[in-house]
């Protein structure tokens, strides 16, 4: 080999190495601005402490009265009610400072004790937050988004949510773990908080699907059809949940890449399970003065102040 020939080679390969090393430099910058977005979300969130939340928590019964008389039996004690400790606790969230940075906010997003937890956000187009954080800066972290035909407000039958598959774990990286049963059963919520309050969605089903199936339809003519989505689901499951939705219940489908190109999809789907409005603070009543009222004045009189939507564009379920 003559050394203009190995000058070439050697050439060739500094520039292949120097071409790697920028797009591992450029990775790096993007999951350390990726982080630092998502940590400002939170503080402007004021996303509570729920590690610090027991598991469940039960509202224990009013005891039950003395029966009047020996022979009258006692009422029966009503079932204890339970009470979801982590729809409680984020049904207080404030997304007014938020949507002061980012009007296409919804809310947030969160599986507790996972790296899931992050603001949800809408677009007209489905790429739009691919490659933007929810501040809409460019970054290859992108944001957790609803698909843009999907209605805003959850109350379709079959909402999507997509987010990118990273390698360091962050967005939807870890939905992966739910092919492990033990896994699901130490995680087995998904939480979506919005204006309208805290909604639980119980997951039932996890397992790779190709882009233009069932598994990404929105809209349904009929029983029959959500009836055939469901079984699909059902089917495709790598884990046994026992849980079961229904033609009546509302379904949520957490989409990312599987890392293989790109031609399938890695799905996580829960059911409604319950939902809590947001908490509304007492007000304090009014004190009582010890002494009559001075005579109240009469104020002034107060003079008061005196389409169809368009087309959302269809995009293929591509955040990867």
Not at 96 to 124: D, F
Request: proline letters at 9%; charged letters at 20%.
């Amino acid at each position: 080999m003559g050394k203009n020939v190995r000058r070439g080679v050697l050439l060739a390969l500094a520039v292949v190495f120097l071409g790697s090393g920028a797009m591992v430099a450029r990775s790096a910058l993007d999951y350390q601005a990726g982080e630092a977005a998502y940590a400002e979300a939170e503080t402007l969130a004021e996303l509570p402490e729920l590690p610090e939340l027991p598991e469940k928590a039960v509202e224990e019964p009013a005891a039950p009265e003395e029966p009047a008389a020996p022979e009258t039996p006692a009422p029966a004690a009503p079932e204890p009610v339970y009470v979801d400790p982590y729809a409680d606790a984020l049904r207080n969230m404030d997304f007014t400072a938020l949507r002061e940075v980012n009007r296409e906010v919804l809310g947030w997003l969160l599986i507790p004790n996972t790296r899931v937890s992050y603001p949800l956000l809408q677009h007209g187009d489905n790429d739009y937050y691919l490659e933007r954080t929810w501040k809409g800066q460019r970054s290859a972290v992108g944001a957790i988004f609803m698909e843009c035909r999907s209605s805003g407000d959850l109350s379709d039958f079959h909402t999507v949510i997509y987010g990118h598959n990273m390698n360091n774990g962050s967005m939807f990286g870890t939905l992966k773990n739910y092919k492990s049963q033990s896994y699901w059963a130490a995680h087995p919520g998904i939480y979506v908080t919005t204006d309208s309050g805290s909604r639980c969605y119980e997951i039932f089903a996890a397992y790779e699907a190709d882009t233009e199936g069932l598994t990404y339809q929105i809209g349904f003519d009929s029983q029959g059809e959500k009836q055939a989505f469901l079984d699909d689901c059902l089917s495709r499951s790598v884990i046994d949940t026992g849980v079961v939705p229904t033609t009546a219940d509302s379904i949520l489908t957490l989409s990312t890449c599987t890392g293989r190109g790109h031609a399938t999809r890695w799905v996580v789907q829960g059911v409604l399970k319950s939902s809590l409005p947001p908490a509304v603070e007492a007000t304090a009543p009014a004190e009582v003065p010890d002494a009559p009222a001075p005579e109240r004045q009469t104020p002034e009189a107060v003079t008061p102040s005196g389409e169809e939507p368009p087309e959302v564009p269809e995009a293929s379920p591509d955040a990867g």
